[in-house]
C-alpha cells in the first residue's frame, strides 16, 4: 500500500531531524487523516478529499523545515549586509591584482604578449567565482550553524563622507589615463611590432623613424604630461580655469606638431608610403593628410569648448 | 486605492501574532491538533494547517505546551495543554493584547478630537 499520504508523509519526514521523526509522523499521519474524515463527512469522497487536504498542506519540504525550524534563505538578513560588504570589498581589487600579475607573468616568461591578456582576464574570473563561491559558502554556513558571533554594531561614526557632487568621476579618469598610457605605449611598440612587413618579412615602422631624435620625445612627454593633467583634474573634481589653459595647452602642444608632420609628409615612414601604391597614387597622401588634420582640429576644438563650458558653468 | 495584495500583506501580519496567543488561550483546555483547528476557525482565527501543526511542536520545545499521548480512540493523538510556564506567559501575552487596544482605541479617540 503506498497512498499519497504515505507518499507524502515520506516526503516530510526525509529532512526532519531523526530523533523525532516518528512522531512527527505518527502525529501528522493522525492529524491528515483527521482532515480528510472532516472533508469526507462534508460528502467528498475520499480521494478527492485527500488530494485536497495534501494540497493545502502544500510542499512538504517547506512544512518539514517549519517542523525542523530550518530557513529557507542561503544567507538571511542577520549577515546579508556584512556578506555583501566583504564581497564588494574583496571583489574589488583582488581578481583584477591576480589578473594584472598572471598577465605580466605570462608576457615576461611566457613571451607571448597577445595570450598575456588573455591569460589574465581568464585568471582574474577565475579568481572572482572563487571568491563570490567561498565567502558565500561561508556564511551560508554560518547562517545555519548559528554561532554568537560578536559582530560589530553599527554606530554613527561609519557613516561615509555625504558624497561632493564631482564633474570628473572616477572612471571617466580611470578610461582617460588607460587611454594615454596604451597610446604612449604605441609609439615606441609600432616601430618594432607594427602591422605592416617590408619585402623581406621585417618589421616596417608607422611613423618616420627619424622622428625618434626630434618630436617623437616631444609627443611622448604631452602625452605623460596629459596623464597628470588627469590626475589633477580628478583631485580638483572639477574643470577650473587653470585646468582648462592647461589642458588647451597640451592639446595644442600635441595635434599642432602632428598636423605639421603629417602635412609636410614628414609622419609618415616613407618606406611606409613606398610599400602602399595606393599612398603614392595622385593627391591621395595629402588628401590623406587632410582629412586627419580637419578631423583633428574638430575634436581638438570640442575638447577645449567643453572644459571651457565647464569652467564657466562653475562659476561662484 | 491600494492594491488587495497590500491590503493581505498588512492583515498577514497584523494576525501572525494572534495566532500563538489564541492557541495557548484555546489549550487551557487539552486538544489535539485537527479539533484545535476547527475551534480556532470557528472563532474567527483561520490558521493553516501548515503553520499550526509545526507551531505547536514549536511552543512544546520551549516549554509553553505540555503533551500526551491519547491512545484510546480511533487513530492515537497528541494532545497539548498549556504548561505553568505557558500559562504564566500568556498572562503576559494577553496583558500586552489588552495594552495595545487600550493605547490604539486612546489613539483613536485623540485623532477624533
Known amino acids: 500500500m503506498n497512498t499519497l499520504t504515505d507518499r507524502y508523509l515520506a516526503a516530510t519526514l526525509r529532512s526532519v531531524p531523526a530523533p523525532r521523526r516518528e512522531e512527527i509522523a505518527t502525529e501528522l499521519r493522525a492529524s491528515i487523516e483527521d482532515m480528510i474524515e472532516g472533508r469526507a463527512a462534508g460528502g467528498q469522497d475520499t480521494t478527492t478529499a485527500e488530494r485536497e487536504v495534501l494540497t493545502e498542506l502544500g510542499n512538504p519540504e517547506q512544512l518539514a523545515a517549519r517542523y525542523a525550524d530550518r530557513r529557507l534563505q542561503l544567507i538571511g538578513p542577520t549577515y546579508y549586509l556584512v556578506w555583501q560588504r566583504l564581497l564588494k570589498l574583496l571583489l574589488s581589487f583582488v581578481p583584477a591584482t591576480v589578473g594584472v600579475v598572471v598577465g605580466l607573468v605570462e608576457a615576461t616568461a611566457g613571451d607571448n604578449a597577445g595570450g598575456a591578456i588573455g591569460a589574465g582576464i581568464v585568471a582574474a574570473l577565475q579568481v572572482a567565482v572563487q571568491i563570490a563561491f567561498w565567502v558565500t559558502l561561508v556564511f551560508a554556513v554560518l547562517e545555519r550553524t548559528n554561532p554568537s558571533l560578536r559582530l560589530p554594531e553599527w554606530s554613527v561614526d561609519q557613516l561615509p563622507e555625504a558624497p561632493v557632487e564631482r564633474q570628473i568621476c572616477l572612471p571617466d579618469t580611470a578610461a582617460a589615463i588607460v587611454f594615454l598610457v596604451l597610446f604612449a605605449g604605441y609609439l615606441p611598440w609600432q616601430h618594432f611590432h607594427s602591422w605592416v612587413s617590408d619585402d623581406q618579412g621585417g618589421n616596417l615602422p608607422i611613423l618616420d623613424p627619424a622622428l625618434w631624435s626630434s618630436w617623437l620625445p616631444v609627443l611622448l612627454a604631452v602625452l605623460v604630461a596629459s596623464v597628470a593633467l588627469e590626475v589633477a583634474k580628478y583631485r580638483a573634481g572639477r574643470w577650473t580655469w587653470p585646468l582648462v589653459a592647461v589642458n588647451t595647452l597640451l592639446d595644442l602642444a600635441f595635434a599642432v606638431p602632428v598636423a605639421w608632420l603629417l602635412l609636410t609628409d614628414r609622419l609618415l615612414n616613407p618606406d611606409l608610403v613606398e610599400r602602399f601604391e595606393w599612398l603614392r597614387q595622385g593627391d591621395n597622401l595629402d588628401t590623406v593628410a587632410t582629412v586627419t588634420v580637419v578631423g583633428a582640429t574638430l575634436v581638438v576644438l570640442w575638447d577645449i569648448a567643453d572644459s571651457a563650458i565647464k569652467a564657466y558653468r562653475n562659476r561662484a | ?113
Open chain 2, 1 to 113: 486605492m491600494v492594491s488587495d495584495e497590500i491590503l493581505r500583506t498588512h492583515l498577514q501580519e497584523l494576525r501572525r501574532g494572534t495566532v500563538v496567543v489564541a492557541s495557548l488561550v484555546a489549550l487551557r483546555r487539552p486538544d489535539y491538533g485537527y479539533a484545535l483547528l476547527q475551534r480556532l476557525s470557528d472563532h474567527g482565527f483561520p490558521v493553516d494547517a501548515n503553520t499550526l501543526y509545526p507551531l505547536l511542536r514549536r511552543l512544546e520545545d520551549q516549554g509553553l505546551l505540555t503533551s500526551e499521548w491519547n491512545t484510546e480512540e480511533s487513530r492515537p493523538r497528541k494532545f497539548y495543554r498549556v504548561s505553568d510556564s505557558g500559562e504564566s506567559v500568556l498572562r503576559r501575552l494577553l496583558a500586552d493584547l489588552a495594552a495595545v487596544h487600550t493605547s490604539m482605541t486612546a489613539l483613536i479617540e485623540g485623532a477624533d478630537r
